[in-house]
C-alpha cells in the first residue's frame, strides 16, 4: 500500500521560503514521477509542479522561476523549494505518486 507523508509547511511572510518534503513508501519510487499540486480555499487543485523519474521538470505558470522541485530516490523523497512567497501561494499543498495524494500541508503567506 502507497503512502505519502507531507512536512514543511507553516506560515511565513511575503518575500519568505519554504521546503516542502513528501516521503513515499509502499512504491516504486524511483521509477515514477511525482507531482506537487495546491488547492486553496474555493479554488480547484492545480498543479505546481511535476518531476519525472529521469529528473525533468515541469512547473505550473505562476510559480515558474520562485519554486523548485526535486527528488532523491536514495530517500524516496520529493521536495518543493519556495522561494519569494506570495499570499496568493496560501493554499494546501498535495504530493502526488501514482494515484495516491497526501494528506496536503497548509502552507500561508501573509502580506
Known amino acids: 500500500q502507497v503512502q505519502l507523508a507531507e512536512t514543511g509547511g507553516g506560515l511565513v511572510q511575503a518575500g519568505g521560503s519554504l521546503r516542502l518534503s513528501c516521503v513515499v513508501s509502499?512504491?516504486?519510487?524511483?521509477?515514477?514521477?511525482m507531482g506537487w499540486y495546491r488547492q486553496a480555499p474555493d479554488k480547484q487543485r492545480e498543479l505546481v509542479a511535476h518531476?519525472?523519474?529521469?529528473?525533468?521538470?515541469l512547473y505550473g505558470d505562476h510559480v515558474k522561476g520562485r519554486f523548485t522541485i526535486s527528488r532523491d530516490n536514495a530517500k524516496n523523497t520529493v521536495y518543493l523549494q519556495m522561494d519569494s512567497l506570495r499570499p496568493e501561494d496560501t493554499a494546501v499543498y498535495f504530493c502526488?505518486?501514482?494515484?495516491?495524494w497526501g494528506q496536503g500541508t497548509q502552507v500561508t503567506v501573509s502580506s
Open positions: 502526488k505518486f501514482l494515484r495516491t
Open positions: 509502499g512504491g516504486l519510487f524511483s521509477i515514477n514521477d
Open positions: 518531476i519525472t523519474a529521469d529528473g525533468s521538470t
